[in-house]
């Protein structure tokens, strides 16, 4: 990432003719919020000066507590590379600050950089995260809404003419090489319509920035080439959904943590006890890494996305895989998170978990490697396996039993984060849905 000062910031506006700056943040959902600024009030907004009405942001505060201020994070300038010539448009994400000057603890990006610290007590400089998330392009109507029409039948690492997203997926990995991201990969993924671009690990707030810009550059590109992005993890019955793996590692300095090329698998002892938190706590945080409704509709057995606890070094079936790679590259991939995930959020339950193997020096337990779908209740639960949660209720049920989880989101994100996904669960168990008239109407 670019290292900006104040003074960077206000020559560039002016050379680059920047008119208005989005001063950026994300709510507890994960949905990116922004209050844009002409460029007069830029010096305001780099003195830490531009206020909000946090009351009307979901999960932040109550009305009668709703002044809050913006701090820019100065090195995440970036000028957006489609807009116009005669008045470019910048952004600078922001942490949210109370009146007082303290960090607000309703904010995900603040609530991980706590996080973070902990990780920091135990010795460890650096939580990379390397994201691969999945997205899939649908038509747009004559009316400019999206419709359940595929702009492709293409497969996994298709062509064109196979891939007719290959010329949208490109647009979008130029407008973010534009912008300085490192793109690793570009493809087309197993579904039709569905797409996945990787992009460099970066330090976990730096990462979720990132996964942040990237939705938003996917979404705006799509549609200027006549398409709808969606990161909704499973929009379509009988085809994969979308996920968005995390690759993880923790460094001491420029040490990999994680790597020992005397360990088992060249694993270390940190890196296993690491993975033996993750799976100690995996149903309780899928509440935060699979956060909707949806999110469940993709984590069933046949579509490649995790629905057991377990790991392996060889086989895509488990939860936790390790790639092949060794030395710095060592890590641990996490499989179940979907891109609805507030990122965040997501990597504050991730290390949390983590953390508290390597605190309480677990053990994990025997790697799987045998295809774990083809195995039956009784094989899994010989093996020690258990299921993920099978419904956006069952995961929260969890999570609210899970001390060290439930201390990752701190209590305040904790429980606005349950009131709004508990009023979510509610309006869907309550609802009619198609299905239902399919199967009943006529049956009774």
């Known amino acids: 990432m670019a290292k900006y000062t104040r003074e960077d910031i206000t020559r560039l506006a002016k050379e680059e003719n920047v008119k208005y700056i989005r001063l950026q943040f994300t709510d507890i959902l994960g949905t990116i919020k922004n209050v844009e600024i002409p460029v007069s009030q830029l010096e305001k907004a780099l003195d830490n000066k531009m206020m909000f009405d946090g009351s009307s942001i979901e999960g932040f505060v109550r009305i009668e507590e709703s002044d809050m201020y913006l701090y820019p994070d100065l090195n995440t300038w970036v000028i957006f590379p489609w807009t116009s010539e005669k008045g470019k448009v910048a952004r600078l994400i922001c942490d949210i600050y109370n009146t007082d000057g303290t960090p607000f603890e309703g904010d995900p990006r603040a609530n991980l950089k706590?996080?973070?610290?902990?990780?920091?007590e135990l010795g460890f400089t650096d939580f990379n995260l390397g994201p691969e998330p999945e997205f899939f392009l649908f038509k747009l109507d004559e009316k400019g809404e999206p419709t359940l029409e595929l702009n492709d039948k293409g497969g996994y690492f298709d062509l064109a003419p196979t891939d007719l997203g290959e010329n949208c997926r490109r647009d979008i990995v130029l407008e973010l090489e534009e912008m300085g991201f490192e793109i690793e990969a570009s493809h087309h993924e197993v579904a039709p319509g569905q797409h996945e671009i990787d992009f460099k690990y970066a330090d976990a707030i730096s990462a979720c920035d990132n996964i942040q810009t990237f939705k938003l550059v996917v979404k705006t590109i799509a549609r200027k080439h006549g398409l709808h992005a969606t990161f909704m993890p499973k929009p379509l019955f009988g085809v994969n959904g979308?996920?968005?793996?995390?690759n993880v590692s923790l460094f001491r300095g420029n040490e990999n943590a994680f790597y020992d090329p005397s360990g088992n698998l060249e694993l270390s002892e940190t890196a296993e006890q690491f993975i033996?938190?993750?799976?100690?706590?995996?149903?309780?945080?899928?509440?935060?890494?699979?956060?909707?409704?949806?999110?469940?509709?993709?984590?069933?057995p046949g579509y490649e996305a995790?629905?057991?606890?377990?790991?392996?070094?060889?086989?895509?079936?488990p939860l936790i895989r390790i790639p092949a790679s060794r030395g710095?590259?060592?890590?641990?991939?996490v499989r179940s998170v979907d891109p609805a995930a507030n990122p965040y959020l997501a990597l504050a339950v991730l290390l949390k978990a983590g953390l508290d193997g390597i605190k309480n020096k677990m053990t994990p337990p025997n790697p799987v490697d045998r295809n774990i779908y083809v195995m039956n209740k009784e094989e899994r639960e010989e093996a020690g396996i258990v299921d993920l949660p099978a419904t956006l209720a069952a995961a929260l049920d969890v999570l609210k039993s899970d001390e060290v989880?439930?201390?990752a989101l701190g209590n305040h994100l904790l429980e606005h984060f349950i009131e709004a996904k508990e009023i979510e669960w509610d309006m869907f168990r309550t609802q009619v849905h198609p299905w239902?008239?399919?199967?009943?109407?006529t049956m009774y």
Request: glycine residues 4%; hydrophobic residues 40%; charged residues 20%.
């Open 436 to 441: 239902e008239r399919e199967q009943y109407m």
């Open 328 to 333: 710095v590259s060592t890590r641990v991939e």
């Open 405 to 407: 989880i439930c201390s």
């Open 114 to 120: 706590r996080i973070l610290a902990e990780a920091k």
């Open 276 to 300: 033996a938190g993750v799976i100690k706590h995996a149903p309780a945080f899928t509440a935060v890494t699979n956060p909707t409704v949806n999110s469940y509709k993709r984590l069933v």
């Open 306 to 317: 995790p629905c057991y606890v377990a790991w392996s070094a060889k086989n895509r079936s």
């Open 242 to 246: 979308s996920g968005m793996h995390c």
